[in-house]
Antibody, heavy 118, light 107 residues
Framework: EVQLVESGGGLVKPGGSLRLSCAVS????????MNWVRQAPGKGLEWVSS????????YYADSVRGRLTISRDDAKNSLYLEMNRLRPDDTAVYYC???????????WGQGTLVTVSS | SDELTQPPSVSVSPGQTARITCSGD??????LYWYQQKPGQAPVVVIY???ERPSGIPARFSGSSSGTTVTLTISGVQAEDEAAYYC??????????FGGGTKLTVL
């Protein structure tokens, strides 16, 4: 059974930091590009960042570049998102999601809530 | 442009057909995915690669493509189909691009 389990969310003050984790099981993690996607309360989905196998290609949305850092540990089957200089508009549920395979299957976690507020 | 445009809302009565469009200049060259998201839940793919339906998704969900517009069609809408629907494609680097989402209301 495929599982993606996010953790690390919580309440943080503006300017603060958090580290999100996504523990993966059920598929060969090292072979897939992984993504972080967020959803602000009552808003739509926003792609945040992606990391390819071997961390060869890393991309960020303009809204987070320079403040958020994506990484992966293939030995631990884990994806991370280091979040610094957080702003109130970073408040959202953060999902980790795997790229589609040849059958079109895309796996998402259940999300972790990050709230940036004083 | 890699932007994807969806109507904010669509309303239909039970048993009718709902059509949700997604428009983008890059769509003729990229595959499109459709997600269904119900409140408090993670998104679920209902159509992939423009027209393909994952196993477990009811046959009333279908996708079609014409030029720069891709359409999600839900035939014989049921109350349980009320949800937000998002289209998603990729840009030239392969990173994900989402449409703004369409709230489907079943009257």
């Amino acid at each position: 059974e495929v599982q993606l389990v996010e953790s690390g969310g919580g309440l943080v003050k503006p300017g603060g930091s958090l580290r999100l984790s996504c523990a993966v099981s059920g598929f060969p993690f090292r072979s897939y590009t992984m993504n972080w996607v967020r959803q602000a309360p009552g808003k739509g989905l926003e792609w945040v960042s992606s990391i390819s196998p071997s961390s060869r290609y890393i991309y960020y949305a303009d809204s987070v570049r320079g403040r958020l850092t994506i990484s992966r540990d293939d030995a631990k089957n884990s994806l991370y998102l280091e979040m610094n200089r957080l702003r109130p508009d970073d408040t959202a549920v953060y999902y980790c999601a795997r790229e589609p395979d040849s059958s079109g299957t895309v796996f998402w976690g259940q999300g972790t809530l990050v709230t940036v507020s004083s | 442009s890699d932007e994807l445009t969806q109507p904010p809302s669509v309303s239909v009565s039970p048993g009718q057909t709902a059509r949700i469009t997604c428009s983008g200049d890059g769509l003729p060259n990229r595959y499109l995915y459709w997600y269904q998201q119900k409140p408090g839940q993670a998104p679920v793919v209902v159509i992939y690669k423009d027209t393909e339906r994952p196993s477990g998704i009811p046959a009333r969900f279908s996708g079609s493509s014409s030029g720069t517009t891709v359409t999600l069609t839900i035939s014989g809408v049921q109350a349980e189909d009320e949800a937000a629907y998002y289209c998603q494609s990729t840009d030239s680097t392969g990173t994900w691009v989402f449409g703004g989402g369409t709230k489907l209301t079943v009257l």
